[in-house]
């Protein structure tokens, strides 16, 4: 041990030698080069195949309901908007624009980021690249960054092209709270997409499998799918028994507290508030009879009250993204990389 560090603190010495440098040192030359593999792949080639398909499908869908419902639509504020939520029956299939973003964009953002780190070890690179001027904190954050910038641009392909068609066979002109609306939804989106994208870069850094870490978060978004939506309804029944009108309200109350705990939700209730501007309150709602009589038939909220109504929800997405995100960073500070 030499003089200087046993000058040093117990704790600083346990850390090790200081870093020289920012941390952030190559973050854009990563993010930059990840970018343009990720546009390269043969994995963007099968996302743009599906945002092809899901244009098509949401115009085509759109149009055959609006048509079936030509005179009401005439009289609809916000017809582009409905472009997005309106559920048509294809054969046996009820599609929406929202309803097939829900599966298609998890499955995008696990796609993009299962193999983020792990694909790094298998090739015996990782060590090769760290040996550069790049700091650890620099290679994921620059991974990260470029599986977010390829999953906004590809949402935002899916976003204009949709717009385009709705304008060219419909003749529908979005006005400017439309787009505005539109806008904050596609960002709600993208922080949807990042949760995924960092619930798939954590178990690339767990495992060294690429199929395994592929596995592990299909089955994270598969359990908040398929059983995530029984299993609050089930805690509250044990928790808070409905006994009269009161507990009853608290155990609906406790019930959507859970269920509130999945992104899915989250994702789902900012989608309502942001598209559909009649919606005035998220959950179970008291009304005394003056407030009821307050409330007018078909009076459309401002964009300002429909973003302060899910805006718990939608920085509840921005947390979940970071706090995954450092789960992944702290674990990646601990691996051991020489191996």
């Not at 997005?84 to 046996?92: M, N, R, V």
């Not at 998220?282 to 038939?297: D, F, I, N, Q, Y």
Request: no cysteine.
């Amino acid at each position: 041990m030499t003089v200087e560090q046993r000058a040093m603190p117990w704790w600083r010495r346990r850390a090790g030698p200081r870093r020289e440098g920012s941390p952030w040192t190559g973050l854009w030359a990563v993010t930059f080069k990840e970018l343009a593999d990720h546009l390269a792949s043969v994995r963007m080639r099968v996302l743009e195949g599906l945002i092809l398909l899901t244009a098509l499908g949401t115009v085509v869908a759109a149009i055959q309901t609006i048509r079936s419902v030509s005179e009401a639509a005439q009289e609809d504020p916000f017809l582009f908007l409905r472009i997005f939520t309106l559920t048509q029956s294809i054969g046996e299939l009820d599609y929406s624009f929202v309803l097939f973003l829900s599966f298609l964009v998890p499955l995008a953002g696990i796609g993009l980021g299962f193999d983020a780190v792990n694909g790094e070890h298998n090739r015996r690179t990782l060590s090769r690249i760290l040996s550069q001027p790049i700091y650890r904190d620099a290679l994921l954050a620059g991974k990260f960054l470029a599986g977010l910038l390829t999953l906004a641009i590809s949402l935002l392909a899916l976003w204009l092209l949709v717009t385009g068609l709705s304008i060219f066979r419909l003749g529908v002109i979005p006005g400017g709270e439309e787009v505005a609306r539109g806008l904050l939804f596609f960002i709600a989106t993208v922080a949807y997409g990042g949760i995924w994208l960092a619930v798939a870069m954590f178990f690339s850094v767990q495992f060294r499998a690429p199929a395994t870490s592929a596995l592990a978060a299909l089955g994270v978004w598969l359990f908040f799918v398929l059983f995530w939506p029984i299993i609050p309804g089930v805690v509250a029944q044990v928790l808070r028994p409905a006994e009269d009108p009161l507990s009853a309200v608290a155990q609906d109350q406790l019930r959507l507290a859970l269920s509130r705990l999945s992104p899915n939700t989250l994702y789902s209730e900012v989608l309502l508030s942001l598209l559909n501007p009649e919606l005035r309150a998220l959950g179970p709602v008291l009304v005394t009879p003056l407030e009821a009589l307050s409330m007018v038939r078909n009076a459309p909220l401002p964009l300002s009250q429909s973003l302060l109504l899910s805006w718990p929800q939608f920085t509840g997405m921005i947390a979940a993204l970071l706090l995954l995100f450092a789960g992944a960073y702290v674990l990646f500070q601990r691996q051991e990389i020489r191996a």
